[in-house]
Each structure stands twice: as structure tokens, then as C-alpha cells.
């Protein structure tokens, strides 16, 4: 019996003495502050110099917690762990660009552009490459609209790339393929339409 009963007060099911101290402790510390409030509140009435002193001690105190409470709000998250099972993690392009297409479909305005700046990138860039031309070619083509739809010969990709020349454009465009069919919808269309391209 006696065994059971130092195993439950070693595995703290029973109160050990050092925790019935800490209780009595407390208990103390409340008592003692319920003591010294009630002075204070009693004392309040009749000394304006105790109201002053209270005042100003509540001002601090309130003061202190709120700075408390902001400073541990704005800490520094603790930086992620990748689990160990998944080895070590390398975040690249594809990430980037996953969490630009994230933004952008919350409505984010620089996200939106970024996203645009780089479909008509590569874009271009394919147009470039399958016809052998150099990058200067390309911008000056760009700049010529029956140039480009002579080596381009796809209306769609021609106006694409002619309507997102400039910030303002593409913020023009963006808003067109919001109210039909989407801007991800329009976009995953242009890629899939990039990739028939010849």
C-alpha cells in the first residue's frame, strides 16, 4: 500500500509537500493583494492624494501590460521546420511562382502584374526561340503589329502580346479577363494555346 502510494505522489497524482508550500504560497500572495485593494479602495474615498498616487499606478500598470502584449505580438515567428521524414526542403521557381498565382487570385494588384509580366515573357520568349530570332529582333517586332502577326500568324497570342506592353495595359487587360472568363482561366488558356503554337 504504502509502495502505491509513493508511486502516485512520485507521478504527481498525490500532493507532494512542496506543492501543497506553493499552494499556500498563493493562496498568501491573493490574500494579501485582496488586502492591500481593499485599503486602497477604502482609502480612495476620503485622501486625494492616495486617488492620485492610485491613478497613476493604474496608468503604469495598464501601460506596462499593453507593452507587454505588443511586444509579444510583433515577436518573430519561429522559423519552420520541414519534418524529418521529408529531408531538406529546396524552395525555387516553381515555388515562387505558385505563390504569385496565389496571390493574384486573392485580387492582389502587383501579384496580378507579375503574373501577366511573366506569361507574356515566356510567350515571347517561345515565339523567339521556335522562329531563331535574336531578343532585339523580337522587341522591335513586338513594337510593329503587322510584323509580329506576319510571324506569329495566331490573333489570339498577337493581341495578348500588343495589350500587355505596359503597366497600365496589363492592368486594362487583367480587368477584361476578371469579367470574362477569369484572369487564371484567361491565362491558363494562353499557355495552353502557347504550347499548340508552331
Same mark, same amino acid.
Given at each position: 500500500?504504502? /509502495?502505491?502510494?509513493?508511486?502516485?505522489?512520485? *507521478?504527481?497524482?498525490?500532493?507532494?509537500?512542496?506543492?501543497?508550500?506553493?499552494? /499556500?504560497?498563493?493562496?498568501?500572495?491573493?490574500?494579501?493583494?485582496?488586502?492591500?485593494?481593499?485599503?486602497?479602495?477604502?482609502?480612495?474615498?476620503?485622501?486625494?492624494?492616495?486617488?492620485?498616487?492610485? +491613478?497613476?499606478?493604474?496608468?503604469?500598470?495598464? +501601460?506596462?501590460?499593453?507593452?507587454?502584449?505588443?511586444?509579444?505580438?510583433?515577436?518573430?515567428?519561429?522559423?519552420?521546420?520541414?519534418?524529418?521524414?521529408?529531408?531538406?526542403?529546396?524552395?525555387?521557381?516553381?515555388?515562387?511562382?505558385?505563390?504569385?498565382?496565389? *496571390?493574384?487570385?486573392?485580387?492582389? +494588384?502587383?501579384?496580378?502584374?507579375?503574373?501577366?509580366?511573366?506569361?507574356?515573357?515566356?510567350?515571347?520568349?517561345?515565339?523567339?526561340?521556335?522562329?531563331?530570332?535574336?531578343?532585339?529582333?523580337?522587341?522591335?517586332?513586338?513594337?510593329?503589329?503587322?510584323?509580329?502577326?506576319?510571324?506569329?500568324?495566331?490573333?489570339?497570342?498577337?493581341?495578348?502580346?500588343?495589350?500587355?506592353?505596359?503597366?497600365?495595359? *496589363?492592368?486594362?487587360?487583367?480587368?477584361?479577363?476578371?469579367?470574362?472568363?477569369?484572369?487564371?482561366?484567361?491565362?491558363?488558356?494562353?499557355?495552353?494555346?502557347?504550347?499548340?503554337?508552331?
Amino acid at each position: 500500500m504504502d /509502495a502505491d502510494v509513493e508511486a502516485a505522489r512520485s *507521478r504527481g497524482f498525490l500532493g507532494s509537500p512542496s506543492a501543497v508550500t506553493r499552494a /499556500a504560497i498563493r493562496a498568501a500572495a491573493v490574500l494579501a493583494v485582496a488586502v492591500v485593494l481593499g485599503y486602497v479602495f477604502y482609502s480612495l474615498q476620503f485622501s486625494g492624494t492616495v486617488q492620485w498616487a492610485f +491613478g497613476v499606478t493604474l496608468v503604469g500598470v495598464l +501601460g506596462i501590460a499593453g507593452t507587454y502584449l505588443v511586444v509579444r505580438g510583433t515577436r518573430s515567428p519561429d522559423s519552420f521546420e520541414p519534418r524529418a521524414d521529408r529531408g531538406e526542403v529546396h524552395e525555387g521557381e516553381l515555388t515562387s511562382l505558385a505563390g504569385t498565382v496565389e *496571390r493574384a487570385d486573392r485580387g492582389l +494588384g502587383f501579384s496580378r502584374d507579375l503574373l501577366v509580366v511573366r506569361v507574356r515573357d515566356a510567350l515571347s520568349e517561345r515565339i523567339r526561340l521556335v522562329r531563331g530570332l535574336s531578343p532585339e529582333t523580337m522587341r522591335a517586332l513586338e513594337a510593329d503589329e503587322s510584323a509580329l502577326r506576319d510571324v506569329v500568324r495566331d490573333e489570339v497570342l498577337v493581341a495578348f502580346l500588343r495589350a500587355t506592353r505596359d503597366r497600365e495595359a *496589363r492592368s486594362t487587360w487583367a480587368a477584361a479577363a476578371d469579367r470574362d472568363p477569369g484572369l487564371l482561366v484567361g491565362l491558363r488558356y494562353l499557355m495552353d494555346r502557347a504550347e499548340g503554337w508552331r
